[in-house]
Every structure is written in structure tokens, then in C-alpha cells.
């Protein structure tokens, strides 16, 4: 996707200044993106492209498509302040992973990525070169204190609902295509812009096609 539109979504979260990581800023950050990218559609059903969500329902929206290219977005806070516990770490892993699986499961796309834009006094701190490194270590310590204390912990997983213990090999199969199963080893496949007090990290998805 073009740097202009990665430009365009943090410069539509900008103005939220305190406001940012409630409910309303991954949707200024996707009408941003939106409006950057000439015939985007959102809020498209993924059934289209012959996609299903981890939950195995047909009813899950992608957040961006365009030409046959979809774009899930996330916002992230470096540090996290919610879900400090270990049952917690799957607050933004979990998300991820679960929005990479829609993207890699639909047939009928050409290619996606996830748009992740982070926030918080890390990202002041760090400068571009450091902060996908510092976002992917942060996710793999979430990702292994979930598998030894948390929800991915089979242990807990055998007390789930049914839907969740089919769901969470998937996530780990999704956490493991992301390199997030072990600390940060090369940077450079991913995309990230630095504007200010934020930050965009864009992560491309492999597309299935079974």
C-alpha cells in the first residue's frame, strides 16, 4: 500500500491527541486510509472473498479492500496499561492474530496487510528504526506468558468453549507466520512510519490459497 495512505491515517488519529484508543480511533484511522486510497470499500463482509473468521462464522467484515487487497487495522498502546494480568496478553496479540487469520483465509484476495498504529510513551522514545522491534519483542513475551500462564495455556484452553479451543491452534499457527513465537530477528519485512507521538507499522499477510 502506498505511503500516502499509511501518512493519511496517522495524520486522521493525530487530532485526537488524549482521545486516543477509544472506540473511535480505529475507525479515523480507517476513514483516513480511506480517503487516500482512490475506490477502497469498507466494512466488507469476507464472505465475499471466500473468507471465514477464526470463529468459523462467514459474518466478519474486513476493515479496508481494495483491489482485491484487504487491510485490517489495529491500535495499540507501547506500553499496555489494560489486561496486565496473564490472562491478559491475548488484549492486542490475540486481536492480531485473529485478524491475520481473516485475511489469510480469503481464497479470492490478491494480497493484505495489517495496519497497526501505536501509541504511547515508547514510541515518543524510540525512533523509527527501533519501534518494530521493540512492538515485536513486547509481542513475544505476550505471546509466551500466554502459553505458559494464560489463555493459551492447553490447561485452559480444554476448559473453553468449543469454538475457542478450535480457534487457538489457529492463533498459534498466525503468531508463528508473524515471528512473533520468537524475539525480533529482522525487521525490515516490515513497513513503519513515524509521525510525532505516533506510529504505523504495517505487516503484509500471506494469502492461502487451499
Known amino acids: 500500500m502506498h505511503a500516502l495512505a499509511y501518512r493519511a491515517a496517522l495524520q486522521a488519529v493525530a487530532p485526537l491527541k488524549n482521545k486516543i484508543g477509544t472506540a473511535g480511533t480505529e475507525k479515523s484511522a480507517r476513514d483516513g486510509m480511506r480517503a487516500a486510497i482512490k475506490g477502497s470499500l469498507i466494512e466488507q463482509q469476507i464472505s465475499q472473498w471466500r473468507g471465514i473468521g477464526p470463529d468459523q462464522t462467514k459474518t466478519p467484515r474486513f476493515d479496508i479492500v481494495c483491489n482485491d487487497h484487504a487491510i485490517e487495522l489495529k491500535v495499540t498502546r507501547l506500553p499496555r496499561l489494560k489486561a496486565q494480568s496473564p490472562m491478559g496478553?491475548?488484549?492486542?496479540?490475540?486481536?492480531?492474530?485473529?485478524?491475520?487469520?481473516?485475511i489469510q483465509s480469503a481464497k479470492d484476495l490478491e494480497s493484505g496487510e495489517l495496519v497497526i498504529l501505536v501509541y504511547g510513551p515508547l514510541v515518543t522514545d524510540l525512533g523509527r528504526g527501533s519501534i518494530y522491534r521493540e512492538f515485536h519483542n513486547r509481542m513475544y513475551v505476550d505471546y509466551t506468558t500466554a502459553c505458559l500462564f494464560g489463555e493459551l495455556h492447553p490447561d485452559h484452553v480444554a476448559q473453553e468453549e468449543e469454538w475457542k479451543r478450535r480457534m487457538r491452534p489457529m492463533q498459534h499457527r498466525a503468531i508463528k507466520r508473524m515471528g512473533f513465537h520468537k524475539p525480533c530477528e529482522n525487521a525490515k519485512k516490515c513497513t513503519v512510519i513515524k509521525d510525532g507521538d505516533l506510529a504505523l507499522i504495517s505487516i503484509p499477510v500471506s494469502i492461502s490459497r487451499r
Not at 89 to 102: F, P, T, V
Open 89 to 102: 496478553c491475548l488484549y492486542d496479540l490475540g486481536q492480531i492474530a485473529n485478524d491475520y487469520l481473516k
